[in-house]
């Protein structure tokens, strides 16, 4: 209950769509209740032949008996104005009721899906806004497909639940309540006896849903398993291709979606047996109760029914077992729902770990440098960086090299505090990260990676990107800049060409100075270039250095270099190997040196 009531509050308003949905609701269940009433009094008035036979006519009638009250109208009516007309009359309250009835039923069906769509609204948000909180080391460690599983299916999955449950403990049992209520004004012998087996009803479906909890967590860990290695072949589709081993990636698919139809398919059966186990003990009451009443009427015993009130006792019985059957068929449901909520909030409940303090400044601007003191940094329990002191003074460039696993990447995902270090500090213009907000230090910061990600948009707004509201003279002013403006004018609609998916319509040099056309027009003090021309042709590196040295005029750069050429002219070279600062210097100061930049300058040499 305690999750149902935490998924209950993404409701909230909940009385804006509750109230209305009760009051509908309610006047629904009584005028469709009432069609059930007349018809005790309609089949009186097809069987009355002019006297007077049932004793509620010659007595008082209390304001409680429903029925009663019903009859002495049919009776007062049959012997004013005749048999033929209170037909009619009855006929008409009829159609009226039912019309009513179903009016209200519209307009509470129309409430509560007004409160799926909201609830539905606020739980993804939620999630959405959740997981775009989260720290980035977070999706190293999750399946991405899971995380797409529960944003997208789980969360639809709950908002029925939320919902359908709220109508079950409101709409069902007040309908059973009312019904209940009239076969007691009927005869409460009968009703009683038949009352004696919804215990035992009850039982035997609880052992039906019992597991159905459990398949429906492991049905939705399966589900999100088949979205995970679907969104990894696709996006490995050639390397799938190129290995041959697009048999083998179907049989792993379809090994798990075999898993998930059985899984599937057990739930169902589960969920169809306890249907038919309800109506089944629902006609076995009725045939008790037409066995038990009948015998009563046939044997003219003096507390049998009259025939009209126990053919409508009958037809209003037969009506119970609809909320009934509703109450045992929701519970499938919830137990579905409930599985989906606890992965949900289980998303929602994770804490990113790198929050604002609760005083954090805002960086206004970067004005003299970028300070690293004694930094280092895990993950789990393998060290990656140990004790790096690194002072980066405003307009200088510096560079990053050193063995492929040393930390370089590592360190530079510190700077934008993508991550928070184990141990030292990080400072900006002496002042230490963790005083500052993470959004103010990251606006005085640009990033080009050497994977360029593109969004599925045009060029234009993948360059405005960074700075949304820009003109289309920012936007052309960037490429050029960038060495873009003349591919772009070459495609099919220049800058309103879409790019597809993660860019794959563009080559790799395309895609990476739309990128650094991005970070150009977002104009920031500090430039962070992490192997941006690693995976290029010799002509495309050619034009995508030129643009990142247009890009670094003017600003302090941090740069990860593939290729040490490239970066000879840096201010300053650091040299790290495994999660340590080995040498600085410039170019020919660490030549000179005759270590490990050395080493990496003549293998490089040699390899080309």
Not at 202 to 210: D, L
Not at 249 to 261: A, G, H, L, R, W
Request: hydrophobic share 45%.
């Amino acid at each position: 209950m305690k999750i149902y009531f935490r998924l209950l509050s993404f409701a909230k308003p909940i009385e804006k769509f509750a109230i209305p949905y009760v009051i509908a609701t309610l006047l629904s269940i009584l005028f469709g209740t009432l069609n059930l009433a007349l018809l005790s009094p309609l089949f009186e008035t097809l069987l009355n032949k002019g006297s007077k036979t049932d004793s509620l006519t010659d007595k008082a009638v209390s304001s409680f008996n429903i029925l009663g009250q019903f009859r002495q109208f049919v009776n007062e009516s049959i012997s004013t104005v005749g048999p033929g007309k209170t037909l009619g009359y009855v006929c008409i309250v009829i159609i009226t009721s039912v019309l009513l009835s179903n009016l209200f039923k519209y307009f509470s069906q129309r409430y509560m899906e007004d409160l799926r769509v909201h609830t539905l609204l606020n739980l993804r948000k939620t999630v959405f806004n959740n997981v775009m909180n989260l720290h980035v080391g977070y999706f190293n460690n999750e399946r991405k497909g899971d995380i797409i599983s529960k944003v997208a299916s789980d969360v639809q999955v709950v908002q029925f639940t939320v919902t359908n449950t709220l109508q079950v403990v409101f709409k069902e049992p007040v309908t059973l309540i009312v019904y209940i209520i009239l076969l007691f004004n009927i005869s409460a012998k009968l009703t009683l006896f038949s009352l004696l087996v919804i215990p035992f009803s009850a039982f035997i479906i609880s052992k039906i849903v019992k597991r159905l909890k459990q398949q429906a967590k492991e049905s939705h860990e399966s589900f999100a398993k088949m979205i995970g290695f679907l969104d990894e072949s696709l996006s490995g589709i050639k390397i799938i291709k190129a290995f041959n081993s697009t048999e083998r990636v179907k049989d792993k698919f379809n090994q798990e979606n075999i898993f998930y139809s059985n899984l599937t398919r057990k739930m169902t059966r589960r969920q169809q047996l306890g249907s038919p186990v309800s109506e089944f003990l629902g006609v076995l009451m009725v045939a008790a109760i037409v066995w038990y009443g009948g015998s009563l009427i046939i044997n003219k015993e003096s507390n049998a029914l009259a025939a009209a009130d126990f053919i409508a006792y009958i037809a209003i019985f037969s009506q119970v077992m609809r909320p009934a059957k509703a109450l045992t068929d929701s519970f499938s449901g919830i137990h579905s729902g409930i599985a989906a909520g606890e992965r949900v909030l289980e998303l929602i409940d994770t804490e990113p770990q790198l929050v604002n303090k609760p005083n954090a400044r805002v960086l206004a601007g970067f004005t003299t440098d970028l300070t690293l003191n004694h930094v280092s940094f895990n993950y789990g329990e393998k060290q990656v960086l140990k004790s790096i002191n690194i002072n980066i003074p405003k307009g200088k460039t510096i560079a990053l090299v050193g063995p492929s696993g040393g930390g370089k990447s590592t360190l530079m995902d510190l700077i934008p505090r993508f991550h928070d270090p184990k141990s030292g500090s990080i400072k900006i213009d002496g002042i230490d990260y963790k005083d500052l907000t993470v959004e103010s230090i990251r606006s005085q910061m640009g990033t080009v990676n050497q994977e360029s990600f593109l969004f599925n948009d045009s060029i234009f707004n993948n360059i405005a990107f960074a700075k949304p509201h820009a003109t289309e003279a920012e936007v052309i002013a960037a490429a050029k800049i960038a060495n873009a403006h003349e591919f772009i004018l070459n495609t099919e609609n220049g800058y309103q060409t879409f790019v597809g998916d993660r860019g794959n319509r563009l080559s790799g040099g395309q895609r990476q100075r739309v990128c650094i056309a991005r970070a150009i027009l977002a104009n920031p003090p500090i430039m962070l270039l992490d192997e941006a021309t690693s995976a290029l042709d010799t002509e495309s590196e050619k034009l995508v250095q030129e643009a990142l040295n247009n890009l670094m005029k003017n600003r302090t750069s941090i740069v990860i270099a593939h290729r040490l050429s490239t970066i000879q002219h840096a201010d300053q070279i650091i040299v790290i190997d495994k999660g340590e600062v080995v040498e600085t210097g410039s170019h020919s100061e660490l030549l000179a040196k005759n270590g490990l930049y050395r080493r990496l300058i003549d293998m490089q040499a040699f390899n080309d």
